[in-house]
């Protein structure tokens, strides 16, 4: 089965400096890579995601990028603000078709200093 | 249009009870998925439903562990018995029939003594 592997852990950077949080995956055919941000005690919410027919996305902050050859996708988060502080999750799916489960990375918490 | 519905938000069972978590999928959603968090760990999906109909559930434990999607009600996960290791959050999740996306609720955090 699929295997997502995200790095790093954790991650402290100063507000307004850039943050990247990196993942790889293993089943070539994965096809979808959405990206979630998860506050302490909520549950996790989309905030970007990329199919493997486009390499970059851009959403204001946050962009994504995704290598397929390479098997490995990233989150850029430019000018980092303090509310940006949470636990990032990246994800893998082999898409609709499959029934679009899920398999996620472990988890980057981001603190982002004042 | 509201989001994705969880209840309890939080739910204590002692070992050996049942322990029953409720979702209610947005407006217009009819694929549920049911996720287990451990505490400092990523989401490990446990098994996905249409309207009455189990579609896979390859990450449920064999034992103990049973999710339903009823035509009419909330998606109910449900387990009997509980263990200490049981204790997680368990996240639901849904998306659109055409779509990808899938929106999670906020959570129900079980927690077994």
């Known amino acids: 089965g699929e295997n997502v592997e995200q790095h790093p852990s954790t991650l402290s950077v100063q507000e307004g400096d850039s943050a990247v949080i990196k993942c790889t995956y293993s089943d070539s055919a994965s096809n979808y890579f959405p990206w979630y941000k998860q506050e302490l005690g909520k549950g996790p919410q989309l905030i970007i995601d990329?199919?493997?027919?486009?390499g970059e996305k851009k959403d204001q902050r946050i962009a994504v990028t995704l290598n397929k050859t390479a098997k490995h996708f990233s989150l850029h988060i430019t000018e980092t603000q303090p509310e940006d502080s949470a636990v990032y999750f990246c994800a893998a799916s082999l898409g609709q078709n499959a029934g679009n489960m899920l398999t996620f990375g472990g988890g980057t918490r981001l603190m982002v200093k004042p | 249009n509201a989001g994705v519905m969880q209840n309890p938000r939080h739910l204590v069972r002692r070992r050996g009870q049942e322990a029953r978590l409720r979702c209610s999928p947005m407006k217009g959603h009819s694929h549920v998925y049911w996720y287990r968090q451990l505490p400092e760990e990523g989401l490990k999906f446990m098994v996905y439903l249409q309207k009455e109909n189990i579609i896979d559930e390859s990450g449920m434990p064999k034992e103990r562990f049973s999710a339903e999607f009823p035509k009419e009600g909330p998606s109910i996960l449900r387990i009997q018995q509980v263990v200490r290791g049981d204790s997680a959050a368990y996240f639901c999740?849904?998306?659109?029939?055409?779509?990808?996306?899938?929106?999670f609720g906020q959570g129900t955090r079980l927690t077994v003594v």
């Open positions: 999740a849904s998306s659109p029939q055409q779509g990808t996306e899938a929106f």
């Open positions: 990329i199919r493997s027919n486009v």
